[in-house]
């Protein structure tokens, strides 16, 4: 498509803030997989100084008035189609930019960078008194940084909007309540009925090397193109972006239940997906970036949960899962396997939760950050409270804070407002799976064959193309004829665990 030369000039300034971002983030995922411990003050003043190159080139996009004039035209409705996508995205961005001091975003970068450093160690180490000055510091900037954007505001609600568009937190909380009113009473009941099918334990170990080749395979295997994406191992596995062309996903290792990686794998392939179908041609504007983070979580949750979790994704890999870990899996069965993965059980961790019970985790984390960044507890409150939650909220007793408040990196990074987005995508994942039933009659069979290119395909055509298109709502009603809902993830529960434990 041809642009006129106003919207192609803002293409090029656009994409001259992309890379620079790019090339931060290339430093941010080579902190968290392959940089020496004591490279980390000098990747902090790195980073900061890249984040104030990428905010002047930013500013630099409407010095001119070029945006403005552009948006003018926007308002006029004298722009359509592609260009006013562009447009109307870049003008909330830069706009967002422009109330943000350069300093309070060079102080940011480095302050969530030498954060994310310490906590990594802090959490090995379950100390917590050693992360606390580091997560003060965060907090506080966050809260700066929430006054910037909109001092109107409640500033969790602004954080929030950087992740979720338009999203607030009394909607989540109305939201929340519902979801907790079903699932607290329908995860008792699930409970209840594993006792009587305990998973066995796996009779074997599960060698590191032999687990990271079969995650990269089974990454291939789920649609990763290996010549644009890899796999490395971190901490706490995440996905980064760079461009389309070059995606890099994280996962972790645990020699005793091999899950762990497969689990996160698949999840975070599910993100890589979104970011591999994006289209390159629209690199660096809003139509080659995603819309929102609960969007994203979609789509790693529906291929970790709908699919990963599901008998018939494992009909087809369970035996060479086997074949590949004999030792580990000897005398251990399909349906060993099927008990185990979908296990109902008080788990501290989040990214090791069940089905059922993890989205109380996000439920509890969303209710500290919301209270910590609006100042109604201040961050030594945090262990306790963690604890006094998980309590009241799963059952738990927690006996370390690496169990507890240190185990998630987010806070770290400054990530206030994204753990709800967690629950979203879940939500929205579950309808996309009633969709694509309703599109694809076959998908089982389809998953069942191990050929998920028609699944791939539908989302690719349905989600992915889009970009910013679409406010994330918007899309996922025009895709499955029904906004936010908890009505899908309840029903996908009761099928499942229905069938698993008879209920």
Excluded at 316 to 340: C, I, Q, T
């Amino acid at each position: 498509m041809s642009y006129t030369p106003e919207v192609t000039e803002l293409i090029r300034r656009l994409r001259e803030a992309a890379h620079l971002r790019s090339a931060a983030s290339l430093l941010a995922w080579d902190q968290e997989t392959k940089m020496p411990a004591g490279g980390a003050e000098a990747r902090a003043e790195t980073l900061a100084f890249l984040a104030g190159l990428a905010h002047q080139r930013v500013l630099a996009i409407d010095a001119d008035g070029l945006l403005t004039d552009l948006h003018r035209k926007l308002e006029k409705r004298a722009l359509k189609g592609k260009a006013a996508v562009i447009v109307r995205a870049a003008w909330r961005d830069v706009s967002r930019t422009q109330r943000l001091p350069e300093e309070h975003v060079r102080t940011w970068a480095a302050a969530t960078s030498r954060a994310q450093h310490v906590w990594a160690r802090a959490r090995a180490a379950d100390d917590f008194a050693a992360f606390q000055p580091h997560l003060a510091e965060v907090v506080a900037l966050a809260r700066q940084r929430a006054h910037y954007l909109d001092p109107d505001a409640p500033p969790y609600d602004v954080l929030l909007d950087t992740f979720e568009p338009g999203m607030t937190a009394d909607t989540l909380a109305a939201l929340f309540s519902d979801l907790r009113a079903e699932l607290v009473p329908f995860a008792r009941e699930v409970v209840r009925a594993a006792r009587t099918q305990r998973p066995k334990p796996f009779p074997g170990r599960f060698p590191t090397p032999v687990q990271e080749r079969y995650a990269w395979d089974l990454a291939r295997a789920i649609g990763l193109d290996p010549e644009r994406g890899r796999l490395d191992a971190s901490v706490h596995p995440f996905t980064q972006e760079l461009h389309p062309s070059d995606v890099r996903i994280t996962t972790r290792y645990n020699d005793r239940d091999p899950w762990d990686a497969i689990g996160s794998t698949i999840h975070e392939t599910g993100h890589a997906l979104y970011e591999q179908g994006l289209p390159e041609q629209a690199w660096g504007t809003a139509l080659g970036e995603t819309e929102s983070l609960a969007l994203h979580e979609s789509q790693s949750r529906f291929f970790e949960n709908m699919v990963g979790r599901d008998r018939q994704f494992w009909n087809h890999h369970y035996p060479r899962l086997k074949k590949v870990f004999a030792e580990g899996l000897a005398g251990y069965s399909l349906n060993d396997w099927m008990l185990k993965i979908n296990a109902v059980k008080k788990h501290p961790i989040r990214v090791e939760a069940d089905e059922v019970t993890y989205n109380l985790h996000i439920m509890l984390r969303f209710e500290l950050e919301q209270a910590l960044v609006e100042g109604a507890i201040d961050v030594t409150d945090l262990p306790h409270l963690w604890r006094q939650r998980a309590n009241e909220y799963l059952g738990l007793s927690l006996k370390s804070d690496r169990d507890g408040v240190l185990q998630d990196v987010h806070w770290s990074c400054g990530l206030f407002g994204y753990f709800p987005t967690y629950t979203l995508g879940t939500l929205y994942a579950a309808g996309l799976d009633e969709a694509i039933r309703r599109d694809i009659p076959e998908r089982d069979e389809l998953v069942a064959r191990g050929d998920l290119c028609p699944l791939l395909a539908w989302l690719r055509r349905n989600i992915h193309r889009h970009g910013r298109r679409y406010p994330a709502e918007t899309l996922i009603k025009k895709v499955t004829g029904a906004g936010i809902s908890i009505a899908p993830f309840m029903r996908h529960l009761t099928d499942r665990y229905g069938a698993l434990y008879k209920l």
